[in-house]
């Protein structure tokens, strides 16, 4: 017998979180809208490490591997 795994997904909009990272990712408002506050804060004082950070969640958000505060996958 095979084990099915369940992977919880967020209800959060892939499109909008991708094109809020786009615009203002530098400024980790993406991250407060999963609820990951102390991240965001940290983009948020690094201008997202210099864009470095907010050019990987980008890349992480398209590619449907970015997580809420929860661990929940957003891939709607």
Not at 2 to 8: F, N
Request: proline content about 0%; charged content about 15%.
């Amino acid at each position: 017998m095979a084990s099915q795994v369940s992977i919880d997904k967020s209800t959060q909009s892939k499109t909008v979180l991708a094109v809020v990272c786009l615009l203002v990712g530098c400024l980790g408002v993406h991250r407060f809208m999963v609820g990951k506050t102390g991240t965001a804060i940290l983009m948020l004082v690094t201008f997202g490490g210099l864009g470095i950070w907010a050019l990987i969640d980008l890349v992480m958000i398209l590619l449907g591997k970015f997580t809420d505060k929860q661990g929940r996958l957003i891939t709607a």
